[in-house]
């Protein structure tokens, strides 16, 4: 099914929030998703994956340790989304040209999108490789280089982010992205825990038909 990013991204912040994401970082998640899917990448697949993988699982035990030196988590390996963001925070390392270095990182292709901003603010183009998969984006487009293998690998031993990063090519993104049905069930499971059971009370405020049918 050929869907809107902005249905895109709405569909995947809520599915976010139900896996018990923050706010801030369900937009995050959501804004990332979107940005792949422009790109012809499967974000809402790998978005679905990982929230199945990390349901109601403590965010600190996914997040870096320290930002300094290199990356880890207590659980023994990071959230793309909660490492990503942390990166494109911390842009300005990259800048006076530090490598940012993360370890055992879920769906690393979720952490691109946030190279995307962090692109952005620094002015210039960033990198993020990952077993021979070199991905680098201006913010706005992408470029793809080495193994093309491994961009949907479920786990990488080893993230990298640099800049300055040279783009051999550009990709320009799309308005319209297919995402398959069962993946949309699946982002869709977690979205309904958002909604609110209905109760008598909500009923007696407007909420269906109330205590009388009217049909």
Same mark, same amino acid.
């Given at each position: ?21 923050? /706010? ?10 979107? /940005? ?42 990071? &959230? ?37 901003? @962090?692109?952005?603010?620094? +002015? ?5 490789? /990952?077993? +021979? ?5 201006? +913010? ?12 949907? &690998? ?10 300055? @990063?040279?783009?051999?090519?550009? &990709? ?44």
């Amino acid at each position: 099914m050929s869907y809107s990013l902005n249905e895109i991204e709405a569909m995947c912040k809520r599915a976010s929030r139900g896996a018990g994401l923050p /706010w801030g970082l369900c937009e995050e998640a959501a804004k990332g998703t979107r /940005w792949l899917a422009s790109f012809g990448f499967p974000g809402p697949d790998l978005l679905a994956s990982l929230l199945e993988l990390n349901d109601r699982l403590p965010a600190v035990d996914l997040s870096p340790v320290a930002l300094q030196g290199i990356w880890r988590a207590p659980a023994g390996r990071l &959230s793309p989304l909660i490492a990503g963001a942390a990166m494109s925070d911390c842009a300005i390392k990259m800048e006076l040209g530090n490598i940012i270095t993360m370890l055992e990182v879920d769906y690393p292709l979720l952490v691109v999108p946030f190279a995307s901003g @962090a692109a952005l603010r620094l +002015g210039q183009p960033v990198a993020v490789e /990952w077993e +021979g998969t070199r991905m680098v984006t201006n +913010g706005k487009e992408l470029c793809v280089q080495g193994n093309s293998e491994a961009i949907l &690998s479920s786990h990488a031993k080893r993230v990298e982010c640099s800049a300055p @990063a040279q783009m051999l090519s550009q &990709s320009k993104p799309i308005h319209r992205a297919v995402v398959g049905d069962a993946c949309w069930m699946r982002l869709g499971a977690f979205a309904q825990r958002t909604f609110a059971p209905a109760t008598e009370t909500s009923r007696l405020r407007g909420a269906g038909a109330g205590l009388t049918d009217n049909d």
